[in-house]
């Protein structure tokens, strides 16, 4: 097995909405803000060669959508998703899998395009199997006001249109025994209903691609919850759950959303879970 980083480049996001109640003052420190309050966010994917297997975690925003769309979000940076997977020697055509967390535009719209005469939408993987689960795909296709505007339709139903669907079976359980996609996957809900959070055992470490469980590094103090997050105090307690889990046996956590970090590990203090340290991919993993 072997695992890859793909960079897909940045977005901004307003970093009120980014970090909800926690003030300015202190959010600032490690996500500064530009002066339109806006911050840089990663769009950082996951890439797993295993045999005649490749997986990849998340397809980022895309290109599809039309200017006034990306007008709100100010994409910026010269990495692409195939300028990334050309860098490791693989095409779009090569993926055999797609794991999407959720279905949160900037975590799967690069998973659709146009067709060729712009009438209509296809897969961008058209060898791959994409893996969402029946709860969340539910709670996508029949959206809550709150989070509608980030379930876009044209993102999500030309994937069961095109066949290539597939369901994560399980969906009751909070942790998965997935042998299917050989790994593990955590349940959480305070984000979005059912997000998954794959764990992955790679030379001898817990890999653990974060999405937006714990979008950046800024994010590990408990009360540091997005605004975006549908049950907050939920997330307040799969967080609490999951760091002193991942403190307890020194995961290894992969940062799909932090600008500069791309991985880091967790340790407990006197004031609770904290970062450790913080590594690239390539200090710890090697190329």
């Known amino acids: 097995m072997k695992i890859y980083p793909i960079e897909t480049g940045f977005f901004k996001l307003d970093g009120g909405a980014m970090f909800g109640v926690v003030p300015k003052s202190l959010w600032q420190r490690t ?4 002066a339109n309050n806006l911050c840089d966010w990663a769009l950082r ?30 994409l910026h940076g010269d990495a692409t998703l195939d300028k990334s997977l050309a860098k490791h020697g693989f095409h779009r055509d090569d993926i055999t899998d797609i794991f999407l967390t959720h279905l949160h535009f900037d975590h799967c719209g690069g998973s659709i395009d146009w067709n060729k005469d712009k009438t209509g939408y296809i897969t961008g993987f058209k060898n791959a199997r994409f893996w969402s689960n029946e709860n969340h795909w539910k709670w996508a296709t029949e959206p809550n006001p709150r989070e509608k505007a980030s379930f876009l339709k044209e993102n999500i139903l030309p994937i069961q249109e095109s066949g290539q669907l597939n369901f994560v079976q399980g969906k009751e359980q909070e942790f998965i025994k997935n042998s299917e996609l050989g790994f593990d996957i955590l349940m959480v809900n305070g984000h979005t209903e059912s997000q998954m959070i794959p764990h992955v055992q790679y030379k001898g470490k817990t890999l653990v691609f974060m999405a937006d469980l714990l979008p950046s590094v800024g994010h590990i103090p408990l009360p540091y919850v997005m605004g975006y997050d549908t049950r907050p ?14 403190a307890d046996k020194e995961y290894m ?12 590990t967790v340790q407990h203090t006197e004031k609770g879970v904290r970062l450790k340290e913080i590594y690239s991919f390539n200090e710890v993993f090697g190329e």
């Open 31 to 34: 996500n500064p803000a530009d």
């Open 45 to 74: 994917l996951m890439l797993i060669e295993d045999g005649d297997r490749l997986i990849l975690f998340d397809t980022g925003i895309g290109n599809k959508q039309n200017e006034k769309f990306f007008s709100h979000y100010y």
């Open 233 to 246: 105090l939920l997330t307040l307690e799969e967080k609490a759950k999951f760091l002193n889990e991942a």
């Open 253 to 264: 956590l992969f940062l799909e959303h932090d600008a500069v970090n791309e991985l880091c």
